[in-house]
């Protein structure tokens, strides 16, 4: 069973700040990985999608990478604003079943000015 | 440009209570989700559809019935609702092939269930 993990839970940075989130997920064998936003009370905001055959997606300042064999994608937030503060959540769609998306519990981040 | 609308935004029920939350899209996607949101669990697929007239169960199954009777809608029913099943309910569609597809979703709807 496919399982996704995001550390850390919880993120506080002062502005200007680049960062990485992490995403781990227990089946190598995926066909995509997606990189969402969630602002408070909001529904998620795709950021990045990555096909299992991408090693890396960039948009603006945000820079998705993916390691299949180590089951592991980051995203990269580069000169972090405060406007960037919102949970961020990845989500794999898996080789079992393509139908469905399996998602992290997500990344709380702060950017403070 | 609506994308994934929800109705309705926010509802408080009595336990045993039924009610049925409505998601419409308006990108002729073919597939469409039914998630629930809880703290510390994150985004959980209820049920799903790959077409019109299709369903399917996703992880929480449960409790909850759908149906897709046409293209852009997705109803999600709750027959006999329970105090386990208050929480933030999100709606997704995506385009086309399962394998590629992008998810799009729509601004979730918040169940209380005293």
């Known amino acids: 069973k496919q399982e996704v993990t995001q550390i850390p839970a919880a993120l506080s940075v002062p502005e200007g700040e680049n960062l990485v989130l992490n995403c781990s997920f227990t089946d190598s064998a995926i066909y995509n990985l997606q990189w969402f936003r969630q602002d408070p009370g909001k529904g998620l905001t795709s950021l990045l999608l990555?096909?299992?055959?991408?090693r890396e997606q960039t948009s603006g300042r945000l820079n998705a990478s993916l390691d299949k064999s180590s089951g592991r994608s980051t995203l990269y937030i580069a000169a972090s604003q405060p406007g960037d503060s919102a949970t961020y959540l990845c989500?794999?769609?898996?080789?079992?079943?393509?139908?469905?998306?399996?998602f992290g519990t997500g990344t709380r981040l702060q950017v403070f000015p | 440009n609506a994308g994934v609308t929800q109705t309705p935004k926010f509802r408080v029920l009595k336990t045993g209570q039924s009610m049925t939350l409505l998601c419409a899209q308006d990108?002729?996607?073919?597939?469409m989700y039914w998630y629930r949101q809880d703290p510390g669990m994150g985004l959980r697929l209820i049920h799903y559809?790959?077409?019109?007239?299709?369903?399917a169960k996703g992880e929480v199954p449960d409790g909850y019935n759908v149906s897709r009777l046409k293209k852009q809608n997705f109803l999600l029913g709750l027959e006999s609702a329970a105090p386990s099943q208050t929480s933030v309910y999100f709606c997704a569609s995506s385009r086309t092939r399962r394998t590629t597809g992008e998810l799009f979703f729509g601004e979730g709807s918040r169940l209380t269930v005293l």
């Open positions: 989500a794999v769609r898996g080789s079992g079943n393509t139908d469905k998306l399996i």
């Open positions: 990555i096909q299992s055959s991408q």
């Open positions: 559809s790959v077409g019109e007239g299709t369903t």
């Open positions: 990108m002729n996607h073919e597939y």
